[in-house]
């Protein structure tokens, strides 16, 4: 009984936030006006905002990035787009591992789960890489991850705190950039996105998670 209200008020406060949310990430502008109408608190904003972008997957991580980049610049845009992501990863991990394939089934849909489900037996080493590389959508990963009991946490912290660091400051550099009107932040993000493809290339079991998010998105289109 305990369960099942845990479980209806989490759902539902999440869907609440979800749609508020959705109205703010209407564009890059939109999440800018939106974080600095806090003033001060705009940094906390920032943090709280990582952390939800986990919990209602799938956000635009990428946007939020350079937002945190462009408002803040490459340094502390980094720690705050990084600390929240984190914040907000070892929170789902918990929550799955807790209330299991239940509660997982409500934010990533049957395919999804049955294609990681697949992947975490094969090998940790392509789930850090898809940590690691931009493109396939590791919010739901940290779902299924929790939800599995096949990878410990610490294992599961070692994957998320040394796999999200590039690509949390190449995104955080790239927003830096925009702000400044440099081209640094371009140059850092597209050397980040060259060597992702030629890992991609070398490990194509990697580009078949990430190739049905593509189709689905262009019929959607």
Request: net charge positive.
């Amino acid at each position: 009984m305990i369960y099942c209200l845990i479980v209806v008020l989490f759902v539902t406060l999440l869907a609440y936030a979800s749609e508020m949310l959705r109205a703010v990430f209407l564009s890059p502008d939109s999440i800018r006006e939106w974080v600095l109408h806090y003033g001060k608190l705009a940094p906390v904003v920032l943090f709280l905002l990582q952390i939800a972008q986990v919990l209602i997957a799938p956000l635009n991580n990428f946007i939020i990035n350079a937002v945190g980049g462009y408002l803040f610049g490459p340094y502390l845009g980094f720690v705050l787009n990084y600390s929240g992501w984190i914040m907000g990863a070892i929170i789902v991990f918990w929550f799955s591992r807790l209330f299991g394939r239940g509660f997982v089934s409500f934010f990533v849909n049957k395919t999804t789960l049955k294609k990681y489900d697949s992947l975490l037996l094969k090998s940790q080493f392509l789930v850090f890489l898809l940590f690691l590389l931009p493109g396939p959508p590791d919010d739901f990963l940290v779902y299924v991850i929790g939800m599995s009991r096949s990878i410990s946490f610490k294992n599961f912290l070692i994957m998320i705190l040394i796999g999200k660091i590039p690509g949390k400051l190449a995104t955080s550099y790239f927003g830096a950039g925009v702000a400044e009107h440099k081209l640094y932040g371009a140059f850092i993000y597209g050397a980040f996105v060259a060597v992702s493809l030629v890992v991609f290339a070398l490990k194509p079991e990697l580009w078949r998670m990430w190739k049905p998010k593509i189709k689905t998105e262009a019929k959607n289109s």
